[in-house]
Structure formats: C-alpha cells, structure tokens
C-alpha cells in the first residue's frame, strides 16, 4: 500500500495527541486499519474524512457539516473510526445514533451522527 493523504493526516494526529511521532508498529496498524476498511483507494476516501481527522490535527472546530460520498464507492469510514479507536488513544462514546471520539489531550472531540449524516469537531463536554 502506498502511503497516502488519509495516513499522512492520521501520523500527524498520532503526533499532536501523544506528543512524538508513530512508531513503526503503530504506522503498521494505521496501514492495516485503512486497508482493512477498504479506503487504500483515495478515490474511496470521503472529504468529510479527511476534513473530520484535519480539523483535530488542526485544532479547529468544525460545526456540524454534511458528510458526503467519496468519488467511488466501497470503503467505508464508520467501520474505519472504529478500528481507529484501538490505534489512536482517545475514548470513545457510543450513543447508537451518533458517536464521539474525545482527545483529552487535545480538549477536543470528533462527533459523528449515523443518524443525520453529520460531523463535527468541538470541546469536550459541548452539548
């Protein structure tokens, strides 16, 4: 797999909430969670993705925004987020209808709605 715009994003969350950069074993299980939920492809990596996982790299809020289709089908990032989970240190929160990834580290976190296709990134605790 080659590396890609989504792993180069993922290096630098890896780096601003742990503080150093990945480690080999780590860039490892990055590449094996991309493949595993088919976005080795970029043209199955939707924007809000990248966008989601960039403005927490970033530090900047994000309110709640449609999350669109990627260029071809098949990959698929709600299964990716959770993977992501076992990789990237954070909690996770389930609600059924939507999700949070919180970055304590950060003071941030990543809210994912299923239900009404959004996301968003805000501080921890916002309603």
């Given at each position: 797999?080659?590396d ?10 890896v ?34 993705l ?39 240190e ?20 990543a ?17």
């Open positions: 797999m080659e890609s715009k989504l792993l180069e994003i993922l290096q630098a969350l780096q601003v909430t742990s503080g150093h950069a990945p480690s080999e074993e780590t860039l490892e299980e990055l590449r094996d969670v991309i493949e595993n939920s088919d976005l080795d492809d970029s043209e199955k990596v939707p924007n809000w990248l966008d989601l996982l960039s403005g927490l790299v970033e530090q900047r809020m994000i309110p709640p925004s449609p999350q669109t289709a990627a260029a071809k089908s098949g990959g698929s990032s709600h299964n990716f987020l959770v993977e992501l989970a076992d990789v990237i954070m909690n996770w929160v389930e609600f059924g209808e939507y999700f949070l990834m919180q970055f304590p580290s950060l003071g941030l976190e809210k994912v709605s299923i239900e009404d296709s959004t996301y968003a990134v805000r501080p921890i605790a916002e309603p």
